[in-house]
């Protein structure tokens, strides 16, 4: 006769066992939700809350919603640098930039359909939208910051300064009072030609110096309102426009210069007492690393929301930094981030290109601006 009792305590035995051994498995995953590779094509779920929204400083907390995943909206082995998000509230759709093909494409709302908006696209880098809803872009290609207008035609904002050509229109914004529009010129784009050759110049330096400036729109004058930065990229205004925030990418070319984002003062059309908000630099995995921020946005309540990149996993993704400049957050991508922007019916939804993709997730804030 079998020995019931014993099988039955050794079924319990290894069933325990075997309970034991999936927790302590389940528990290694969500501790390094990087062991096992996460599938961005949206076939299998995310188990919430989502373990790439990182929480470093309880302050944000209140903005990782524990019911939304990221997701990847849109991906192509034919888009080869994807940048410049930039949504239209009328419209219910988002446009970016894909530099080196030279096109701006376009996710729609209503159903998720992505097309081709513009071919060409003067290889544009960033874009807005005034507060009249017409579409600025930086064109790299025509070196110049060039406005789409309602009746289909195009205006010329900026193309020069002091008598000499600029070197490449970067990324904009636009001030609600005068309608003015504040652009950087990093010089990316006249530096090297799209063969991936040194253009013009023939070293780092481009033909202007690299500078931050301002259009008034009205008189069609364009000022430089700073030039202490060595590389401005990215940038957008505080809630209250009182302070404009620029990312710093110099690093890329020159050695000495930090990989920081830089904050000055608005005093009327001119800026002041230009500083570091925050250093790029982060810890991961026990060593200290630092990459670049690009694209930025700044939400309601004052936070910068940074795109990040160039180091890899842990890093890559988007970084958020509270007013006073503490980081507090990440978001985190399998690919380079390269720029933001709040958009959505309600503005509450975080859009983001990563290098051949475009991403999106639902946050517990608002973008401070339109677009």
Request: charged residues 25%; neutral net charge; hydrophobic residues 35%.
């Amino acid at each position: 006769m079998k020995n019931t009792s014993a099988l039955s305590f050794c079924n319990r035995r290894s069933f325990f066992a075997a309970a034991t051994s999936l927790a302590a498995t389940a528990a290694a995953i969500a501790a390094s939700p990087k062991a096992v590779p996460r599938d961005w094509t949206g076939k299998l779920p995310v188990r919430y809350p989502d373990p790439d929204i990182v929480v470093l400083d309880d302050r944000f907390k209140k903005y990782k919603l524990g019911n939304t995943p990221i997701q990847r909206l849109y991906h192509s082995d034919k888009m080869l640098w994807a940048e410049g998000p930039a949504w239209n509230g009328v419209g219910r759709y988002l446009l970016w930039s894909d530099i080196p093909n030279n096109v701006q494409m376009r996710w729609l709302e209503e159903d998720g359909h992505v097309s081709v908006l513009r071919n060409p696209a003067g290889h544009s880098n960033g874009n807005t939208f005034d507060y009249e809803g017409r579409q600025i872009a930086c064109e790299h290609g025509n070196r110049r910051v060039l406005r789409y207008e309602h009746n289909g035609g195009q205006t010329v904002l900026a193309d020069k300064f002091g008598g000499k050509q600029l070197n490449a229109p970067n990324d904009a914004v636009v001030h609600p009072t005068d309608g003015s529009v504040w652009f950087t010129d990093p010089g990316y784009g006249s530096l090297m030609n799209y063969e991936g050759n040194l253009a013009e110049t023939g070293s780092v330096q481009p033909t202007q110096k690299e500078a931050i400036y301002r259009i008034d729109v009205k008189s069609g004058k364009t000022e430089k309102v700073a030039d202490d930065i060595f590389k401005p990229n990215g940038l957008c205004f505080s809630p209250d426009y009182k302070k404009l925030y620029v990312a710093d990418t110099g690093a890329s070319h020159y050695p000495d210069a930090p990989k920081n984002i830089k904050v000055w003062d608005v005093d009327g059309a001119k800026l002041k007492n230009g500083r570091q908000f925050v250093s790029m630099e982060l810890e991961v995995d026990g060593k200290k690393v630092a990459g670049f921020a690009d694209g930025i946005r700044a939400d309601k309540d004052g936070n910068i929301w940074a795109s990040a990149g160039w180091v890899g996993d842990g890093y890559d993704g988007v970084q958020i930094f509270s007013p006073d400049g503490t980081r507090i957050g990440q978001i985190l991508l399998p690919e380079i981030c390269s720029n933001v922007c709040f958009g959505g019916t309600r503005r509450n939804r975080l859009f983001m290109t990563g290098s051949s993709s475009l991403y999106a997730v639902y946050v517990e804030t608002r973008g401070a601006h339109i677009t």
